[in-house]
């Protein structure tokens, strides 16, 4: 036989032939229409092709023989029940195709099909699709590059990276189009004895499907068709074993109990005949005794075993549907408002901050749901039933670092079943640092209420639910001494932070039994002989709460509480209605307004009551809006305006003064003439003790001191010792100077500060600092042992007696660097300025008067040369950090 020699036209000089070209190739012949192709999973292409409006966008998944569709209809059927949980988002959808079927899955679909590897790949797709993931549309969630998907001419179109629009096969409504439409937020795990609970939050995009547009979702394992019987099963054979002596740990034993109950029911489901679990058993008990090998395998997935577990700790343990919610730290409050209703949640983060959020959640049945309203009740010792409907709870469950603090009723007073509301307190503590760096106050109103939680001022901290009064109530606590005794007293809320050793917290205690109630009354007989310094009142709203405070304002303890009022005149009308003197008022140092608006909070106001006389004064210097008058009946109040928030973030002061960034002095508040008459200071003292405390206000906020117990452990060293704090703060400063790449080549560069900072310590010999105000501080008169000048390089003169900077180089007259040697550092002190910086700031808080012999360096004309000797200048540049 002879064969023709076919020549090929095409392969050019050197003889070869042509490699095949793909079909989006434009020398493709073959499919002059094909834009696009590409694989987007194992055997799912997409393809693009020319149309007459725009493009088609095709898919071809991977095809089924006739046998592998019968299977996988086995397998749909097998699964109808389970309603599996599919995932939210697209980005969910791609984790799931890659994933594949878990181990419990996998198993199931082992004892339905028996078929080739490759064939079960095929239908492994196609079930995945189908039953965990979003069926048709998941190719098309697949495909990472479709950027928009529109509905038009009753089919989808998709927008991809560089063909739009792209019209597909779908109908206008496919199933599962919310989820394909759907971004993910924020993913996460929640921790709940030993398992770890995926938690997404998303953002559906797809108009007209819900008006709640984000999305909190608990993914909780699936269960297998008959698995939810069997945890019902479990629970109520749970509750009937007997238990002998006292349970210390409850969650271990009903896990223990659990995983023997369910193990046994799921050994004797899933093994085929009795004959086949009787040799298992047998085999087992041989094996444990050395006498045989043990079986091959498992008698049932071990994910499926916990997974049931998990169920039967959710509503034994847990609190059912409310269980990861609870412990989720990223949530702030819960809201359960009615039986078929979707469970409602209002994050804490920037994700969906103080945004009411849907979740997956619902308590379909009225009895598992009053089931959870009286556990809650219960865990705080307060007994629900038709007599005492309702309850207001406080209380920490184990594995959370939160207190709680629940409002639950049963359906006797709450129409369409019980109700649930959960305000959770965040377990992080924030600091002034952190309320600054979200813009939430400036730092002036920080050194402020500093210097009045420092001197046992009265504070008020007004505004409705949810707009920040207790963060801000606590995030000041660390200002009072530590030697000091802050008690607090509240009606159960447990929500103030008391890092002291010395301090107290009392609560109220409600009890049907008038002989086992803990009222206010009884708490304030308590109080006064603790000898507090500081009473903290958390919730000042109801009559009792409003008068334990005028009896504590009578006491002339310091005072710090919150209470509901949006604005002064609401206060003072709420104080007339609960029969509180109105002279009381004038006891009153600082209201503090703060304000909630589209997800962020903020000091809006804050205000101080002053005498007729003294507001006659400041209207006549002041605007309209910054001081009034406020009338009930018989009753003038007078307030003035301390600080007011402008509309670009920054703050409207009654203060101004050069060493604030204003031109000159300006006073048109009494704030700080109260707290020099309550300590017996001339009024200037007060206000070099403000700027000084502005000063460190900066350094911290410069240190990114963001911890809490950090701050206090700072403040209190700088109560016991400040310029020895301050010193070793230096050193460090030093250190990390002369440990940076750059600093390691030079010594330090020279420079002056202003010297308008306050002065702690004032003159040698004289009083010491007045950071704590409670007690002697170092006497500065006395040399105190410094570092070595010489070893850092620093000499406080030139050979001919002129000034020098700190390497040795002469300066100008008045103390400066000589230009010529300065510019020649100029890159170097910029790249380490921050550790400069960071010791000008202390420096500054400490006053500019002569240290000599404690750290080493010398006073210049017009400031202080910091220990590094460089001069930092970024306390001055005539502004006020921002605000």
């Known amino acids: 036989m002879s064969f023709d020699r076919l020549e090929l036209a095409d392969r050019g000089d050197s003889g070869a032939v042509a490699p095949p070209l793909p079909p989006d190739d434009p020398e493709a012949w073959y499919a002059p229409d094909v834009r696009s192709q590409r694989e987007v999973h194992p055997g799912v292409v997409i393809t693009i092709r020319d149309a007459e409006r725009g493009f088609d966008y095709e898919v071809r998944e991977p095809s089924l023989r006739e046998s592998e569709r019968e299977a996988l209809d086995r397998i749909e059927e097998y699964f109808a029940d389970a309603n599996l949980d599919r995932p939210r988002t697209r980005e969910g959808a791609v984790e799931r195709m890659e994933s594949g079927f878990g181990p419990k899955h996998r198993r199931v679909v082992d004892r339905l099909v028996d078929v080739s590897p490759a064939a079960r790949r095929r239908i492994d797709y196609h079930a995945l699709s189908r039953l965990g993931c979003l069926d048709e549309l998941t190719p098309y969630a697949l495909d990472e590059r479709i950027e928009v998907t529109d509905v038009a001419d009753d089919q989808v179109v998709v927008h991809t990276e560089n063909f739009a629009p792209a019209r597909t096969d779908l109908d206008a409504d496919p199933a599962y189009l919310e989820q394909f439409a759907s971004e993910r937020l924020d993913d996460y795990t929640v921790a709940f004895h030993g398992f770890e609970v995926p938690v997404v939050v998303y953002r559906e995009n797809l108009l007209g499907a819900d008006p709640f547009t984000t999305k909190y979702a608990v993914r909780e394992p699936d269960l297998l068709p008959g698995d939810a019987d069997l945890v019902e099963e479990c629970k109520s054979r749970v509750w009937e074993t007997d238990v002998d002596g006292v349970v210390d740990d409850s969650a271990a034993f009903v896990r223990e109990r659990a995983r023997n109950l369910l193990s046994r029911r799921l050994t004797a489901r899933n093994t085929r005949a009795w004959l086949d679990a009787a040799r298992y058993r047998l085999r087992s008990a041989l094996a444990e005794w050395g006498l045989a090998i043990p079986p091959v395998g498992e008698r049932y997935a071990e994910d499926r075993l916990d997974d049931l577990v998990y169920y039967v700790l959710r509503d034994y343990v847990g609190y059912g549907e409310l269980t990861i919610p609870i412990r989720d730290p990223n949530l702030e409050d819960i809201e359960a408002n009615r039986v078929g209703e979707r469970v409602k949640v209002v994050p804490r983060d920037e994700v969906a901050a103080d945004e009411r959020v849907p979740t997956n959640l619902v308590f379909e049945d009225e009895t598992e749901f009053v089931n959870v309203v009286k556990q809650l009740a219960a865990s705080d010792g307060s007994e629900l039933n038709a007599s005492n409907p309702s309850a207001k709870v406080n209380l920490r469950p184990p594995g959370v670092d939160e207190t709680i603090r629940c409002a639950v009723a049963l359906p006797t007073v709450s129409e369409g079943g019980p109700h649930i509301s959960i305000r959770k307190q965040s377990a992080d503590v924030l600091t002034p640092v952190d309320l600054v760096e979200r813009d939430s106050i400036s730092t002036e109103l920080v050194a402020l209420l500093w210097h009045l ?405 010398e006073t210049v004309s017009g400031g202080t040369e910091t220990p590094t000797g460089r001069a930092d200048d970024s306390l001055d540049n005539g502004g006020s950090d921002g605000d």
């Not at 508040?669 to 200071?681: C, L, N, Y």
């Not at 550092?825 to 790249?831: C, F, I, T």
Request: glycine letters at 10%; hydrophobic letters at 25%.
């Open 453 to 857: 939680y420092e001197t046992h001022g009265v504070v008020l901290f007004c505004g409705p639910t949810g707009v920040g009064k207790t963060t801000l109530m606590n995030a000041h606590v660390p200002f009072i001494s530590y030697r000091h005794r802050p008690v607090s007293i509240d009606e159960g809320s447990r929500e103030v932070w008391i890092p002291h050793e010395t301090g107290v917290s009392l609560t109220t205690r409600d009890h049907p039994e008038e002989y086992k109630r803990v009222s206010m009354a009884d708490l304030m007989t308590e109080t006064n002989y603790l000898n507090p310094d500081v009473e903290f009142i958390a919730e000042i709203n109801t009559p009792e709460s409003f008068r334990t405070f005028a009896e504590v304002l009578n006491t002339g303890h310091g005072v710090i509480g919150t209470t509901h009022a949006g604005d002064v005149e609401t206060l003072v009308n709420r104080v007339v209605e609960q029969n509180v003197p109105t002279y009381l008022l004038d006891e009153v140092d600082l209201l503090v307004f703060p304000r909630h608006v589209d997800g962020d909070r903020y000091v809006g106001e804050v205000v101080e009551f002053v005498n007729e006389g003294t507001f006659r004064e400041f209207e006549r210097e002041r605007d309209d809006d910054m001081c009034g008058v406020v009338r009930h009946g018989d009753t003038t109040v007078y307030w003035n305006t301390v600080a007011r928030r402008r509309h670009d973030g920054g703050y409207d002061l009654a203060y101004e003064h050069p060493s604030l960034g204003d031109d000159e002095r300006r006073c048109v508040t009494t704030v700080f003439e109260g707290i020099a008459d309550g300590t017996d200071q001339p009024v200037e003292t007060v206000e070099e003790s403000f700027h000084r405390k502005h000063r460190y206000v900066r350094y911290l906020l410069r240190e990114n001191v963001t911890d809490g117990d950090e701050l206090f452990a700072f403040l209190s060293d700088l109560r016991t010792d400040e310029a020895a704090t301050v010193e070793r703060i230096q050193r460090r400063t030093r250190s990390r100077q002369v440990d940076g790449p750059v600093a390691a080549d030079r010594g330090s560069s020279g420079g002056t500060v202003d010297g308008d900072g306050p002065s702690p310590a004032r003159s040698a010999g004289g009083p010491t600092s007045d950071a704590a105000n409670d007690g002697p501080g170092p006497d500065m008169s006395k040399d105190r042992p410094g570092p070595d000048a010489a070893s850092d390089g620093r000499e406080s003169s030139t050979s001919n007696g002129e000034p020098s900077t700190s390497n040795g180089e002469p300066s100008t007259s008045n103390g400066e660097p000589d230009p010529g040697t300065s510019n020649e550092r100029a890159s170097q002190d910029a790249s380490d300025g921050r550790a400069d910086s960071d010791e000008s700031l202390l420096d500054e808080a400490l006053g500019g008067r002569d240290r000599e012999g404690w750290s080493g360096s």
